[in-house]
């Protein structure tokens, strides 16, 4: 199910159109969605082409009255069953033509949809119609003005929309069969309103995007991806029994120079490779890898502050000074992923005090194991910044064992 949803997500964020279908028991039909702030061109034109004509543009009530169109709701709205609250008409005060051509309308709902564009940069009447979405979303109605305005918010592209609804060539308006053929025809995603609105009111919105087997030195394990709205992922690699007592569990920060590259400055390759071998030997456990390369700066800033290094200052000196945080991980969403396995007590494998008390506040029971790192020249100076000033509790080993 929510693959789908992130998959039609991305096509929304790509100035793509989405196809939103509602029940059987409301409309049945299928709009064509993509969102007002990205949509291109093609888009509107594909969008003109395959419906009747009628290029709808779903904002908030407040974005309404801010771009001075009135909501049209007369005593005749009553008898509307669907309640569609449509607003005046308007198109771009200036940089189009006569404002009809598929081009003309996508250049004033860009206009439109962009915050900075205020009621003067508008004209009304004009070729493009306007819909006010429910403020309460889908809560507050099931329409594919809310259905849009959720999906693009879900996207990150705010609470607006550009829909029409698919005609069939036969003069009707499409629905069931002939809109999941159409959308095969064009390879356009189709989500479903209740679908939507399921992956809505899900707090942690996050899924399991992907998953397979994962043979390595180490043993076999499953590897999954996690990804949130926002489009950031998280990799997972599993072993064994996930729901029995003190299950092995890390949260590690990808280090680039120290996995890939093997570098000597850092003990992070030292503390993966332990960690797998740890699951192994339990036949059990959890890591979840997080993409925050240099404590969260990225490797640029990453290897800026290494030149510093070079030059004599420590690990923490070196990030104030060029002007990034020592340490700018969150794990709010490593531990949203966390929170879907089912795990009732765990080892929590970590030096670092950070991680213990995160993780502490979602898992009751969770017991500490410390894996050493081994000291050469290289990175003797980093563990001793990392003990003495991050209170990272770590055994030095002399030697590699
Ligand atoms: N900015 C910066 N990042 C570093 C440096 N050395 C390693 N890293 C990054 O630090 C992260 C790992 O943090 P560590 O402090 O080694 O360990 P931790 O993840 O906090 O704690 P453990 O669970 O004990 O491993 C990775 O993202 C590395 O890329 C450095 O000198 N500067």
């Not at 025809?185 to 942690?204: A, G, K, Q």
């Not at 192994?280 to 456990?285: A, D, P």
């Amino acid at each position: 199910m929510s693959n789908t949803v992130l998959k039609a997500l991305e096509s929304l964020k790509q100035g793509r159109p989405i196809i939103i279908a509602d029940s059987k028991e409301r409309e049945n039909e299928g709009d064509l969605v993509a969102s007002a702030r990205m949509v291109t061109d093609g888009t509107v034109n594909f969008m003109v082409q395959h419906s009747s004509g009628v290029l709808c543009l779903v904002m908030t009530e407040d974005r309404m009255k801010e771009l001075k169109l009135t909501k049209l709701r007369t005593e005749d709205h009553q008898r509307d069953k669907f309640m569609t609250n449509f607003g005046e008409t308007f198109e771009a005060a200036e940089g189009i033509t006569t404002g009809i051509s598929a081009k003309d309308r996508a250049y004033s709902v860009r206009l439109a949809a962009d915050p900075s564009t205020t009621y003067k940069d508008i004209i009304s009447p004009g070729h493009v119609f306007t819909l006010a979405a429910h403020k309460n979303l889908l809560k507050g109605r099931r329409g594919h003005t809310e259905a849009s305005a959720t999906a693009c918010e879900l996207a990150g592209l705010g609470q607006s929309a550009v829909i029409v609804e698919v005609a069939s060539p036969s003069g009707g308006i499409m629905t069931g069969n002939e809109l999941t053929n159409f959308a095969n025809t064009y390879n356009i995603d189709i989500v479903t309103i209740d679908e939507l609105e399921e992956f809505y009111d899900n707090p942690s919105r996050v899924i399991k995007y992907s998953e397979s087997n994962l043979p390595t030195q180490f043993g076999e394990f499953k590897i999954s991806v996690w990804k949130n709205t926002s489009g950031e992922e998280i990799i997972a690699v599993a072993k064994g029994d996930l729901q029995g007592e003190g299950v092995p569990v890390r949260f590690h920060s990808q280090c680039l120079t120290g996995e890939v590259f093997h570098s000597l400055k850092c003990d992070c390759e030292e503390q993966l490779d332990r960690f797998l071998q740890f699951m192994q030997e339990n036949n059990q456990g959890l890591l979840l890898y997080l993409n925050q390369e240099g404590r969260g700066i990225g490797i640029a800033d990453k290897i800026k502050a290494y030149s510093l290094q070079d030059q004599g200052r420590n690990t923490i000196e070196a990030n104030l000074e060029i002007g990034k945080p020592i340490d700018a991980r969150n794990w709010d969403f490593a531990l949203e992923v966390l929170k879907q396995y089912p795990l009732k007590s765990i080892k929590l494998v970590t030096n670092n005090p950070d991680k213990v008390k995160a993780v502490s506040e979602i898992i009751n029971q969770v017991e500490v194991i410390h894996l050493p790192s081994t000291v050469n020249k290289y990175n003797q100076g980093y563990l001793e910044t990392k003990i003495k000033q991050l209170n990272h509790n770590i055994r030095i080993n002399k030697e590699k064992n």
